[in-house]
């Protein structure tokens, strides 16, 4: 029990380091991509900055609104925060600290649940451009969800199984996946509210969404949540549609989709609300469901081999 949770708490350090110097790789693409330096000040070509910003961060007073509900004010983002870090414990590793034949069951139950978070720190603020923006945020995610869930249903069906330990890639439907795999990303877009589909925190036209009243060491967890399952989408990617062995190439292959998570912020502009939302229910679902008509064909030709 001592070493699964030594195991639990060195990943939690790890991802929260990664998560650290994500943003600083983020800055320096987003600066090189506007013609500017990104952060460079802070030591050496500004190694160090996210240890400053940390800092800044959690050392500042926290204030929080007179009518808030102050108990799920501060509680809503720690258990945002732990709730993905828990996610990260179902991909099975050496250093994972328990095993669930159900993963992938888990993993779609878990993920659902980051919309309430949104929702009570919109709620709980009590201001309207936080409860607004909350809105927006969940309207947004639960229509993402079901879609991702159909998308999902494709590995799962093709690999017959719910545990990500059990994964076999499908040289006979390579491009199939292909463009299951490209409207996986899109959605994991919009389920993780990153750009061009940052509605829960349009700051032209909600004042930063529904973590406006939060800042100091509140925000820093919030933002910690919101990046880590950045990584933590991207982790799956590679998982279920690329069916990766070697650790070294996994990691090239999840840098490469965080490198496109960070350059299509830096491309894009903000879609229209109501584009996506129909780019979901007009658009995804449809083929994500007409996808799955396919897979008995595959089946069939897999066991004829």
């Known amino acids: 029990m001592?070493?699964?949770?030594?195991?639990?708490?060195?990943t939690c350090l790890c991802i929260l380091l990664s998560v650290a110097y994500f943003t600083l790789f983020e800055r320096k693409v987003l600066g090189y991509c506007q013609i500017r330096w990104g952060p460079n000040k802070v030591s050496i070509n500004g190694i160090l900055q996210p240890i400053s910003d940390a800092l800044k961060l959690f050392l500042k007073e926290?204030?929080?609104?007179?009518k808030s509900n102050y108990f799920i004010f501060y509680l809503v983002s720690v258990f945002g925060l732990f709730l993905m870090l828990y996610l990260?414990?179902?991909y099975p590793s050496d250093t994972s600290f328990f095993f669930f034949n159900y993963s992938i069951m888990l993993f779609i139950c878990l993920s659902g649940m980051s919309v309430y978070f949104v929702m009570v720190a919109g709620w709980s603020s009590n201001s309207k451009y936080s409860f607004l923006g909350a809105m927006r945020a969940a309207a947004q995610s639960i229509s993402y969800e079901v879609s991702m869930i159909f998308i999902l249903l494709f590995p799962i069906m093709l690999n017959s199984t719910l545990s990500m330990n059990n994964s076999i890639f499908f040289y006979s439907s390579f491009l199939l996946l292909l463009m299951i795999s490209r409207i996986w990303f899109i959605s994991s877009l919009a389920e993780t509210n990153r750009a061009p589909?940052?509605?829960?925190?349009?700051e032209s036209e909600l004042v930063s969404g529904f973590n406006i009243e939060y800042q100091g060491g509140l925000f820093a967890l919030l933002f910690l949540s919101e990046y880590t399952s950045i990584i933590l989408m991207s982790l799956m990617t590679v998982v279920w549609f690329f069916n990766i062995s070697s650790s070294l190439i996994m990691v090239t292959f999840i840098m490469i989709i965080v490198f496109m998570y960070i350059l299509i912020r830096a491309i894009y502009p903000r879609y229209r609300y109501d584009l996506l939302m129909m780019l979901c229910w007009k658009c995804f679902l449809p083929f994500s469901l007409a996808a799955l008509m396919f897979i008995p064909f595959f089946l069939f030709k897999y066991d004829s081999y």
């Open 62 to 66: 926290n204030m929080s609104p007179i």
């Open 88 to 90: 990260w414990s179902l």
């Open 197 to 202: 589909f940052d509605f829960a925190e349009g």
């Open 2 to 10: 001592m070493i699964n949770m030594l195991n639990f708490v060195i």
